[in-house]
């Protein structure tokens, strides 16, 4: 079977005192565009990335991402699908969350366990567990419909769920192959 080769791209810097000034809640508060540091940083990626021959660009719907991805597509000529199981992790699944102070607590007490909900607690936030299903099946979506490098803008847990990888900071990228199941 193929390999494709997937570029997990994280979005870059957002501006969340835009959104927590204006009071906004829940997915609301997931309006924030990007900082001017983070249009750069969208910039000097599609600089970086121009020559691995994408032909596939694929975003989470959250503004900080689509914005990101409108400037990598445009610069790199690629049209930009939007799938939404590549959207944060949510940090109250009910969506009542009031500004990032509320997600910096969830997150938290998400590292706190890990990532997982302890043994027979179910808690507001959503497991790194549904994350990586989530984006795997996304994935697999987005990687049957091209036979070159996909390019990927989504967010740092959901990069975290699908690679490990802790640190990846604003702007910048890990590499990720998808190999379907035989």
């Given amino acids: 079977m193929p ?12 501006d969340y005192a835009r959104v927590d000034g204006q009071g906004l809640r829940g ?3 997931d309006s924030a565009p ?5 249009v750069r940083q969208a910039e000097d990626l599609a600089d970086i990335l121009g020559g691995i021959g994408a032909n596939y660009l694929v975003s989470s719907p959250f503004t900080r991402a689509l914005q990101f991805a409108a400037i990598v597509g ?5 049209g930009v699908r939007v799938d939404h199981d590549l ?3 949510l940090p109250d699944q009910s969506g009542s969350w009031r500004g990032h102070a509320d ?29 990586r299903e989530r ?20 967010h740092a847990t959901v990069i975290r769920a699908l690679t ?15 190999a379907p199941a035989v």
């Fill in 103 to 131: 997600v910096q607590a969830a997150k938290a007490e998400f590292e706190t366990y890990g990532g997982e909900w302890p043994d027979g607690i179910q808690r507001s936030w959503e497991p790194l567990s549904k994350v």
């Fill in 135 to 154: 984006a795997e099946t996304a994935l697999a979506r987005h990687a049957a419909g091209t036979d070159g490098p996909v390019l990927a803008i989504t």
């Fill in 164 to 178: 490990g990888e802790t640190g990846t900071a604003h702007g910048a990228h890990e590499y990720y192959r998808y």
């Fill in 87 to 89: 959207r944060d992790w």
């Fill in 34 to 38: 990007l900082t001017p540091d983070g």
């Fill in 74 to 78: 445009h610069r790199l000529a690629l």
């Fill in 3 to 14: 390999v494709t080769q997937i570029y997990l791209v994280r979005n870059g810097e957002p």
């Fill in 27 to 29: 997915a609301a508060a």
